[in-house]
């Protein structure tokens, strides 16, 4: 999927529950959250990747420890392992993750559908495959209205001495 997909994440989050938040770009999670993988008391394995979407994002150690022990692992350390991006307050839960998400929708979309490919090729082939795709998916955004409205915007700033201004993106 292009878009950037924002989880927002309360209460329990195990099993097929966290393999599809671990799916997501962007993971908040309430204060109370508690993520982990049951299929180990199940005597199965992660169906959906999440050992090694774990894995991914906090190392092999962590991942296999967390798979082989059910535990259920609590949303700060979750973050500090960096499987997460951030830990709010229960009840500002939607309200965070909501704003975070219109940030985002109403940003440069194109740009962002960029980024997420990059980091699919990276994540795939490491540098080199990232850096043999670059070109071939940032060069076109300099055709874009989005990106000619950015470097003139940024271009005056710069010229008046101001800071950039915030912008409204198209998507075109």
Known sequence: MPVPVIAAVQGLCF??????????????????ARFGHPEQTLGLTTLLGGIYRVAAR???ARAFEWALTSEQVPAHVMADAGVINRVVPDDELFTQSGAFADRVAFGPTLAHAAHKALLHSW???GIASADRDLFDLSVPLFATQDARTGLESAAA????????PALDFHGC
């Open 15 to 32: 099993g097929g529950g966290f393999e599809l938040a671990l799916r997501a770009d962007v993971v908040f999670a309430g204060q109370s």
């Open 58 to 60: 906090a190392g092999r």
């Open 123 to 125: 994540a795939l082939g």
């Open 157 to 164: 700033a710069l010229r008046a001495g101001k800071p950039r």
